[in-house]
């Protein structure tokens, strides 16, 4: 094949202007999210659902168990695991010591477990249950009205949502499951990790 300069000038421009675009393409990407849950989710936690657009959500207040009031804003700062729980919930009971083993395993970390009793009675009833569990590393609140279960569309017991440090939610499960596991260890681990 003749040497044609005309076509060799094309050439070298054609592969200049693709080795620009990939650099454009390489410095004007965005990074990679850094606080996207790891994409393995199986095992104990194999239905848990991840918010593709993480969100902060306003959610009306609730008590904590002396009776005060108190919210998620509270918490900014940590990664939130907010477990909706009842006493007559067959589920929920069997699910709480797993959620006290979580609590226990990232004491001192950033991490607040939030056990949202959804009991009427309230503390009356829920309290007493905990300590006859002898559950002694969950904090017990209180949505009685269950304001907060309805702002969240959570339609069954129990029901367990993250929240990052950042406050947004970032994923749910609407069933019970062992969080002790280690599946649902390295989930609340991949979140707790990140937190500032």
Known sequence: MKWNPKTALLSRVVTLAALVAAVLVAVTSPPPARDVAPLRIMGE????????????VKLPRFLDAGGRETGLDALRGKVVVLNFWATWCAPCVHEMPSLDRLAAHFKGRPLALVALNEDRGGAT????????MGLTHLALYI????VVQR???????PTTIIFDAR?????????PADWAA?????????FVSRAR
């Not at 936690?45 to 902060?56: A, G």
């Not at 949505?143 to 269950?146: A, E, I, L, S, T």
């Not at 702002?151 to 017991?157: E, F, H, K, M, P």
Request: charged share 20%.
């Open 45 to 56: 936690i194999q239905h848990f659902s991840l918010e593709r657009n993480p969100r902060t």
């Open 125 to 132: 009833v829920a309290a007493p249950f905990l300590a006859r």
């Open 143 to 146: 949505d009685p009205k269950g």
């Open 151 to 157: 702002a969240l569309g959570v339609a069954s017991l």
């Open 167 to 175: 406050g947004r939610l970032v994923g749910r499960l609407a069933m």
């Open 182 to 190: 280690p599946e649902a260890l390295a989930l609340i681990e991949h």
